[in-house]
């Protein structure tokens, strides 16, 4: 299962938002750039872990989402 997440609210494109996660929150995720440039502001993330990881990978998601507001990431 996949799921498609909007990062344009962000500032960062997609694939610009999925290299810096990758990097400093070590989740990684497949820009939507991949898929065509209509999807350049999207991310595709695999839902194919155990719960337990897909939800600590969210969480780092959501932590590196909200440092990026606060300007901290």
């Given at each position: 299962m996949?799921?498609?997440?909007?990062?344009?609210g962000t500032?960062?494109?997609?694939?610009?938002?999925?290299?810096?996660?990758?990097d400093?929150?070590?989740?990684?995720?497949?820009?939507?750039?991949?898929?065509?440039?209509?999807?350049?502001?999207?991310?595709r993330?695999?839902?194919?872990?155990?719960?337990?990881?897909?939800?600590?990978a969210?969480?780092?998601?959501i932590?590196?989402a909200?440092?990026?507001?606060t300007?901290?990431?």
């Amino acid at each position: 299962m996949f799921a498609m997440v909007d990062v344009r609210g962000t500032g960062l494109s997609g694939l610009h938002f999925a290299e810096r996660l990758l990097d400093e929150a070590l989740v990684g995720v497949m820009p939507g750039c991949s898929f065509g440039p209509v999807l350049s502001g999207w991310l595709r993330l695999a839902l194919s872990a155990n719960d337990a990881d897909i939800g600590r990978a969210c969480d780092r998601i959501i932590t590196f989402a909200e440092g990026l507001s606060t300007g901290e990431a």
